[in-house]
C-alpha cells in the first residue's frame, strides 16, 4: 500500500511518498527493466494481462516486481496508465542511449533516479539519505528504520522493513559463492557499482565512500545540474556543500566526498562553455549560464553519444539479457 505523506527533512519541503517490500523480495536483475519497458511500450496494459507471466518469461510474483522496478527507477510512469518517462525513451528505446545497459554509466543513472523524488522506495531513501553509519549490520539498519518511521507516524510491518532490507544488501554488496548455487543472489548488476561490501565477517557492511571506478564525472554533474533544477530552478549557483551533503544529493546518493564532486566538475567544465567552479570567501560554488535542466540532459547526451562511437569501433556489446557479448 503506498500512503503520502509530508515529510520535513529538509529537501525544499517536497511531498514523500511510503513504499515498502513492492518488490516481491525480487531485486532488479539483468534484463528486467529493458524487458518490462519495451513491452510496456508495446502494449501498456502488459502487467495487467492474465498471460503477462507468458509474454515476460518470469513468474506472477515477478511480474509484479518488474513492474515495480520499472516504476521505481522512472523509466515507466503509472499516473495516466502505464507510459514510457523521458529518460526511459531516451536510455531504454532500440535507438536509446543504452538500450541493455551496457554501461555501468546508466547502472548509476538508474540508481540516482530510483533515490530521486519522489522516491518509491522508502528503505532505500532512507539509508542513502539519512541513515549516518558508513559501517554497519543489517539488525543496525532495521532499528534506524524503525525508529526513522516511528517517528514519523508510518505503520508498517516488521516483515517488510526486513525483506526491504535484505533486498538493499543483495542488490548492492556482491555474494560470496560460499554456500553453493542460489539462483536468489545472481544477476544482481547494481552490484557493479560497488556502493556497499562486506566489512570484517559477512555480518557487517560498509559504504564505500570516495571516487568510485565506474562512476563517470558526466552522470555526477547530470546529478549536480538535476539536484540543483530540483531545489532551485531559478538560480544559476549551488553550493558545493549542498551538493555533497543535502539529502537527496550526489554526494549522499552515490556516497561521495565533497572533493570527489569537485574534481568531477572541474573535468567537465574543461569541455563546457556554461559550467564553473568558483571560490568566493571559501565558499566554492557550482555555477551554469543555462536552465540546469536542459544542461544536465546535454550532458548526458553527449556522453552516450561518445560512449556510441567507442562501442562501435571496438564491436563490443551486450546481448538482450545484458550480458556482455
Known amino acids: 500500500m503506498v500512503k503520502q505523506i509530508s515529510l520535513n527533512l529538509g529537501d525544499v519541503g517536497a511531498k514523500r511518498i511510503s513504499v515498502f517490500a513492492r518488490h516481491e523480495t525480487f531485486h532488479p536483475r539483468f534484463g528486467w527493466i529493458k524487458k518490462g519497458f519495451d513491452r510496456a511500450v508495446e502494449d501498456p496494459s502488459i502487467f495487467l494481462r492474465d498471460d503477462a507471466p507468458v509474454r515476460l518469461g518470469v513468474g506472477k510474483n515477478m511480474v509484479r516486481a518488474i513492474r515495480y522496478w520499472c516504476t521505481a527507477f522512472k523509466v515507466l510512469d503509472e499516473k495516466d496508465g502505464i507510459v514510457p518517462t523521458e529518460l526511459g525513451l531516451e536510455l531504454l528505446s532500440n535507438e536509446g542511449w543504452d538500450p541493455f545497459l551496457e554501461n555501468p554509466a546508466s547502472l548509476w543513472l538508474l540508481h540516482w533516479n530510483l533515490l530521486s523524488p519522489p522516491c518509491y522506495a522508502t528503505a532505500w531513501d532512507f539509508t542513502f539519505n539519512y541513515f549516518r553509519q558508513i559501517e554497519f549490520s543489517s539488525e543496525d539498519l532495521f532499528l534506524a528504520i524503525c525508529d526513522y518511521i516511528n517517528g514519523q507516524s508510518i505503520r508498517v510491518a516488521d516483515s517488510s522493513l526486513r525483506k526491504d532490507i535484505t533486498c538493499i544488501l543483495r542488490m548492492y554488496v556482491e555474494q560470496s559463492g560460499k554456500a553453493g548455487f542460489n539462483e536468489d543472489l545472481v544477476d544482481c548488476p547494481f552490484t557493479e557499482l560497488r556502493l556497499l561490501y562486506t566489512a570484517g565477517d559477512s555480518k557487517q557492511y560498509e559504504f564505500q565512500i570516495g571516487s568510485k571506478d565506474t562512476l563517470s564525472d558526466e552522470i555526477i554533474v547530470y546529478a549536480c545540474l538535476d539536484f540543483a533544477n530540483r531545489v532551485g530552478k531559478d538560480q544559476r549557483t549551488i553550493a558545493l556543500s549542498r551538493l555533497a551533503f543535502d539529502p537527496s544529493s550526489p554526494g549522499l546518493v552515490f556516497k561521495l566526498s565533497e572533493s570527489a564532486i569537485a574534481e568531477a566538475i572541474e573535468r567537465v567544465v574543461r ?55
Open 271 to 325: 569541455q563546457s562553455n556554461s559550467l564553473f567552479l568558483s571560490d568566493t570567501a571559501g565558499l566554492i560554488q557550482l555555477s551554469y549560464t543555462d536552465d540546469p535542466a536542459v544542461l544536465a540532459i546535454e550532458i548526458l547526451d553527449n556522453y552516450y553519444q561518445s560512449r556510441k562511437k567507442v562501442s562501435k569501433s571496438t564491436g563490443l556489446g551486450r546481448s538482450s539479457d545484458g550480458r556482455t557479448s
